[in-house]
């Protein structure tokens, strides 16, 4: 079975690139309305989520459109060009100049909004100060030694196979691990796989994937599954309870791993729907040097769903502040009463 979850890493690499090596047809027309019109045609041809974000792209274009004039300042025409792309809201979309780049102003996976992780609450009285730091995961055990607990703030920090099996073996007599991904806001797909390795993994699908086959807004590729790892790291695989938090900072590469959850029985979500960002960016440059990126594939849930706008908890539980002024994450009670008890009972 081939292996295209490897595949998919190599285009995150791609597309990265792309935008600082994209170029132009010679004698393209660089004048601002030409500028305008270029972003808007690309965007309209090649993005993904048009139906999930509930834009009119047209509408769009007839709002902005009058705004561009010739003339008008480079700062002028980048804050219009932004201003249309931030329409999507949409955190793998943006512009880039020489002198500013562009992110949405709308979407919310940076959590600023609805933070549902307390980083002194739980430094204090979760990892506590005798905390332990492996690698790129900080650690410790909650529940009088019986439950793991494993802070994991960002995918875009290398996660070693000899890190993953010090953890494990360190918490083997726990009765399941919390895998606290909260505001963690993505980075590399080779981690989402490091951490699934230690799980039970036999090329299991863990979601589809598709390209845009032509200009129309609803032209796609058949969808192509992607795969779990081949087998697990671990002599056996883990199989205990694994909690995983997400909130809405939780975007990218963690949503990614969140759906890749529905493909193993031991893991489950609780906290609150993802920031999304199930959309791999490509890009390329404008007429006049600027560069862009924008969604340019969709993924598929194993039960169908698409969730660019957040994946949903299995267990929805919120931070309470009436909880938090008492030194406690309901949310990690809540995880760590379910790993210990098997039963889940939203602690407020």
Known sequence: MKKLYIILIGLVALTAVSCERAFMTKDEPSDPVSVFEYLWNRVDQQYVFFDIKGVDWDSVHTVFRPMVYDGMSDDSLFR???????????????????????ASDTVNYWGAAEGNYNANLVLLNYLTLQMHVTGSIA???IRNGEVAYWRYSSFSSDISDNDLKYLIDRYKD????????RQNGGGSDINIYKLLSLFDCHQQQVYTVQHKSGPGHND???AKPVYAPAKCMLEEPYTKPVAVLIDRGSFSATSYFAVCTQAFDNLKLFGDYTGGGM???NGGALPNGWTYRFSCTRSIANDGGNYENGVPPDVRVLLNPSATAQGIDNII???ADWIQTGNVIAVK
């Open 80 to 102: 219009v060009c932004a201003a249309m792309l931030n329409t999507l809201r949409d955190g793998h979309t943006n512009l880039f100049s020489d002198f500013d780049q562009s």
């Open 139 to 141: 650690h410790n055990a």
């Open 174 to 181: 726990c009765n399941g691990i919390i895998l606290d991904l």
């Open 220 to 222: 796609f590729e058949a």
């Open 279 to 281: 959309g791999m960016p």
């Open 333 to 335: 009670e809540t995880a």
